[in-house]
C-alpha cells in the first residue's frame, strides 16, 4: 500500500472535529464460514460481555471484595481472547511470534503492577483524600441500581480517556507520550497495554475516586472495559452486530485508529472501549485496517519505547539514536503545523 508523505497529509488534514465517515476497509482472505457459525463467533464478545456482569452480580462478598479478584478477572479474559486467537485468526499477518508474546506479557504485567500502583499512589488516593478533606459526598452513587453504577463507572473512566486519547493526538508533547503505542505493527489481545509508561498513566486517570460506589460495580466497570478493549485489540476474527458495535469499540473501529494508511487518518475513534463517544463528537469514521503502524510501520523495542518522549532532549544534546530520532517525526510534523 502507497503512503502518503507526512507534510503531504498535514497539507490535505481535516479538522479533528469534523465528522468523516468513510470506508477504509483493506481486503483480507478469511476461512469461510456458515451463517450460523459466523453468527455465535461474532456473538462471541457481547456474550462474554454479558457472562462477566452476571459474574459480578453474583459472585459472594468474599470475591468481590477481594483487591485481587479484578486483577485475576483481566487476566482471565486476556488469556482467554489469546486463545480465542489462536482458534479464530482475523490475520495472518497479526500472527503472534514468541518473541512479540514475550513484549506483550511484559507491558501487561508492568499494567498491572508499576502503573497501577502509580495510578493508585499518586491519582486515586490523593483525589479520595480531597473528596474527604471538603466533604464531598456522592452516597446517592452508591444508591443506585447494580446496573446503573456500572454503566457510571464505564462512562466516567471512558470519558476521561476519550478527552485524554484526543489530547495525545493533537498536542505534540502528549503524543510522545503516545506515539509508542502506534509503532506496533500488529493487533493482539495484550497490545491495549503496550506504550510508553507516561501514556499509560495519563490514559489510566479518572476522577471515580470521587463517586461512592460499590466494590462489586467498580470492579464489573473495570472488568467490562478490559473485555471491550481486549476484543477491540485481538486478532479474533468476530465482528459484533449493530447492537454491541454502536456502543463499543470493536477491532474494525481501532484498526482503522491505528492504520498505517497516514498519521492524519489516525485522528478519528478515540474511544478506547466506548465508541459511542466518538459518534457523540464527531470523531467516528467507519472501516477497517489490516496494515497498522506508523512512520514507515517501524517496530520500536521497549527501550526504544520507554525513551520515546525524552527523544528530542537527547537529539538536542547530541546522543540521539538514529532510528529513534526518526520516529519522532511524522506526528511532530503534523501537530506543530
Not at 497490545?191 to 486517570?205: A, D, H, R, W, Y
Request: proline share 5%.
Amino acid at each position: 500500500m502507497g503512503r502518503t508523505s507526512a507534510r503531504e497529509t498535514a497539507a490535505e488534514a481535516k479538522p479533528v472535529g469534523v465528522a468523516t465517515v468513510r470506508s477504509c476497509t483493506i481486503s483480507r482472505s478469511e476461512p469461510t464460514e456458515s451463517p450460523v457459525r459466523q453468527t455465535l463467533i461474532n456473538l462471541v464478545p457481547p456474550a462474554t460481555l454479558v457472562a462477566v456482569v452476571l459474574f459480578w452480580m453474583f459472585a459472594p462478598t468474599s470475591v468481590t471484595e477481594n483487591p485481587w479478584s479484578i486483577v485475576v478477572a483481566g487476566l482471565a479474559v486476556s488469556f482467554f481472547v489469546l486463545g480465542l486467537e489462536q482458534i479464530l485468526e482475523r490475520h495472518e499477518g497479526w500472527r503472534l511470534a514468541r518473541k512479540e508474546f514475550a513484549t506483550d506479557l511484559f507491558y501487561l504485567a508492568l499494567q498491572y503492577t508499576a502503573i497501577g500502583w502509580a495510578t493508585e499512589t499518586l491519582a486515586d488516593q490523593p483525589l479520595a483524600s480531597f473528596k474527604e478533606s471538603v466533604g464531598i459526598s456522592t452516597e446517592w452513587a452508591m444508591q443506585m441500581p447494580f446496573l446503573l453504577q456500572v454503566a457510571l463507572v464505564i462512562f466516567l473512566y471512558e470519558f476521561g480517556q476519550y478527552w485524554m486519547h484526543r489530547l495525545m493526538h493533537d498536542w505534540y508533547p502528549a503524543w510522545l507520550t503516545h506515539a509508542p503505542h502506534h509503532h506496533i505493527t500488529q493487533l493482539n489481545a495484550m497490545k491495549g497495554s503496550v506504550g510508553n509508561p507516561i501514556e499509560l498513566f495519563l490514559i489510566s486517570l479518572s476522577v471515580i475516586a470521587i463517586f461512592d460506589l460499590d466494590t462489586a460495580a467498580l470492579f464489573c466497570g473495570f472488568n467490562v472495559l478490559t473485555v471491550v478493549s481486549t476484543f477491540a485489540h485481538a486478532n479474533v476474527r468476530s465482528n459484533p452486530p449493530l447492537f454491541y458495535s454502536y456502543f463499543f469499540t470493536t477491532i474494525r473501529h481501532h484498526s482503522l485508529h491505528h492504520t498505517a494508511l497516514s498519521y492524519e487518518d489516525t485522528r478519528c475513534n478515540y474511544g478506547n472501549s466506548l465508541i459511542l463517544l466518538d459518534r457523540i463528537f464527531g470523531t467516528f469514521r467507519d472501516g477497517e485496517s489490516e496494515e497498522v503502524g506508523q512512520d514507515d510501520r517501524k517496530r520500536l523495542s521497549i527501550y526504544e519505547q520507554f525513551v520515546f518522549p525524552f527523544q528530542p532532549l537527547i537529539n538536542k544534546f547530541g546522543t540521539t539514536r538514529a532510528d529513534v530520532s526518526a520516529a519522532t517525526t511524522q506526528g511532530g510534523e503534523h501537530l506543530e503545523k
